[in-house]
């Protein structure tokens, strides 16, 4: 039998269905985490086969005994994943310190966690990348700014998700930025003028997509997590060929294997010299995990499939045994607690709750970049999307 190590199995909380699936497929799910065992959803109790309590996941000790103890107890450990972004550098470093092989290295964390390492890999797929200069000290940040124009953006070399992401309008707001920020590595981009389009997918272990989508973000992130609005997003019920086209190669150049990808790009609104014309894409960033909060469950909604299982089948048998259904638009919105909206909670069930797939409060982990009380719903047209947005988000 098998063995995986789930770090963190309890959040985000929908991934317990990973475990399930795991265990169905007949491997052995050890989880590692700092909830306590009681607390924990009855669904994840009966997927692991034991949990270790730890005091604090941040304290790699503790984690690193855990695993330790697994080592020990059951033998050779064939997986170690925690298919979440912050703990990608601590699960390669596990992996690399007790050699196992089936995922991301320590020696590979610099490429898909520095912003500015990434620019490499996009450039060897063949897909352009905003110009950027590491943020070192006023001068020379102000040099890049002028050649580039203002506005620019800036955000931490090395970080997850919007946060501390901002947008320069000029050098009065740099100046200041440079005085008050901390020792963090912040990269410094032109201005790419477009909206965030994916591509999501699962690749099998010799770097082939078994299952592929992609969601579209109109709202820029780091606004909504800036100025604490709301968020919306959906996924796509097809893939254009051409953002397939540059998931595969972003891909390859990136040299994944066996596990989610959520790859961002820009869609160019407008044509931006050095960069292509209006509606090429330009490389944002990579992150080799699902995209977040609920998003695997839309994607299943959208398709009408099992991504855990898929996820699962791929690691217990290589491939694909759960078929797409008919294909949906599936739309999410996040609505700030504090506004004044025209429809309350009745009103959108009314309207809308033959389409609702989820709803309920987002934790506050997620409320950041997400909103605090999302919707989530399928539609078969961009227009009936489109209205739906439009309702959930007019204030009065």
């Keep these: 039998m098998k063995n995986f190590i789930f770090i963190s199995p309890n959040f985000p909380e929908n991934y317990w269905k990973f475990c399930a699936e795991l265990k169905n497929n007949g491997l052995r799910v050890l989880g590692i985490g700092d909830c306590p065992y009681d607390e924990l959803k009855s669904e994840l109790k009966d997927a692991l086969h034991e949990y270790y309590r730890v005091s604090d996941l941040e304290n790699y000790d503790e984690v690193f005994r855990a695993v330790a103890f697994f080592t020990y107890t059951y033998g050779k450990i064939d997986y170690l994943e925690s298919n979440n972004e912050y703990w990608l550098e601590r699960d390669a470093l596990l992996r690399t310190e007790f050699h196992i092989t089936t995922g991301f290295m320590q020696e590979d964390m610099n490429r898909v966690k520095s912003k500015s390492a990434m620019k490499e890999y996009y450039k060897k797929a063949g897909i352009p990348t905003?110009?950027?200069?590491?943020?070192?000290?006023?001068?020379?940040?102000?040099?890049?700014?002028?050649?580039?124009?203002?506005p620019v953006i800036v955000k931490p070399d090395n970080g997850v998700g919007a946060s501390h992401t901002y947008r320069l309008e000029n050098e009065d707001q740099l100046r200041q930025?440079?005085?008050?920020?901390?020792?963090?590595l912040y990269i410094m981009e032109e201005q790419v003028r477009g909206f965030v389009r994916t591509y999501d997918g699962i690749i099998d272990a010799d770097g082939k997509p078994i299952f592929e989508t992609g969601n579209v973000t109109p709202f820029s992130l780091m606004?909504?997590?800036?100025?604490?609005?709301?968020?919306?997003?959906?996924?796509?019920?097809e893939l254009p060929e051409n953002v397939k086209d540059a998931g595969r190669r972003t891909v390859e150049a990136f040299g994944v294997k066996a596990r989610f990808v959520h790859l961002e790009y820009f869609q160019l609104t407008q044509d931006q010299e050095g960069l292509g014309k209006a509606g090429d894409l330009v490389g944002l960033e990579v992150n080799m995990r699902p995209a977040g909060g609920f998003s695997p469950d839309m994607y299943d909604y959208a398709y009408e499939t099992d991504v855990y299982k898929i996820w699962a089948d791929m690691i217990a048998f290589g491939k694909i045994t759960k078929p797409l259904g008919n294909r949906h638009y599936c739309a999410f919105v996040g609505r700030r607690d504090g506004k004044h909206f025209v429809m309350d909670d009745s009103a959108v069930t009314e309207k809308y709750g033959n389409r609702m797939k989820m709803r309920g409060r987002l934790p506050d982990a997620l409320s950041g970049a997400m909103g605090n009380q999302m919707y989530i719903a399928n539609f078969e047209t961009e227009e009936e999307m489109n209205e739906f947005f439009g309702d959930l988000l007019q204030e009065y």
């Design 130 to 150: 905003a110009r950027y200069t590491l943020v070192h000290d006023f001068e020379s940040a102000a040099v890049f700014a002028a050649e580039v124009g203002y």
């Design 177 to 184: 930025f440079i005085q008050n920020k901390d020792d963090t």
């Design 223 to 237: 606004d909504v997590v800036n100025t604490n609005d709301n968020s919306i997003y959906y996924i796509v019920k």
